[in-house]
């Protein structure tokens, strides 16, 4: 099968910048999407930002100009770099991924890593 390995998170002070780190692997014959999304307590899970194996990205609304989404096709790697963070950064971050393996397309989710961002 896939899985979904996230690094990085943490600790930071608002202002800061921090990089998040995804890795896809498994028996993997083609990603479509990968990205990452985020969920604070009480609220519903958003999308921050994704890139398509074209590299075209999509980003949240409320990320747009403080984060940046990068791949390494050879790595199945997915970057996300997050500057000038704020205090309603402070959430946990999934990395997704639509990812077509020996059993077919699916859908992976990492297991999230915790970003906390202080005032």
């Known amino acids: 099968q896939v899985q979904l390995v996230e690094s990085g998170g943490g600790l930071v002070q608002a202002g800061k910048s921090m990089r998040l780190s995804c890795t896809a692997s498994?028996?993997?014959?083609?990603?479509?999407?990968m990205g990452w999304y985020r969920q604070a307590p009480g609220k519903q899970r958003e999308l921050v930002a994704i890139i398509k194996s074209n590299g075209s990205t999509n980003y949240g609304d409320a990320v747009k100009g403080r984060f940046t989404i990068s791949g390494d096709n050879a790595k199945n790697t997915v970057y996300l770099q997050m500057d000038r963070l704020k205090p309603e950064d402070t959430a946990v971050y999934y990395c997704?991924?639509?990812?077509?393996?020996?059993?077919?397309?699916?859908?992976?989710w990492g297991q999230g890593t915790q970003v906390t961002v202080s005032s």
């Open positions: 997704n991924g639509l990812v077509k393996g020996s059993l077919g397309l699916g859908n992976y």
């Open positions: 498994g028996s993997i014959l083609s990603i479509n999407v």
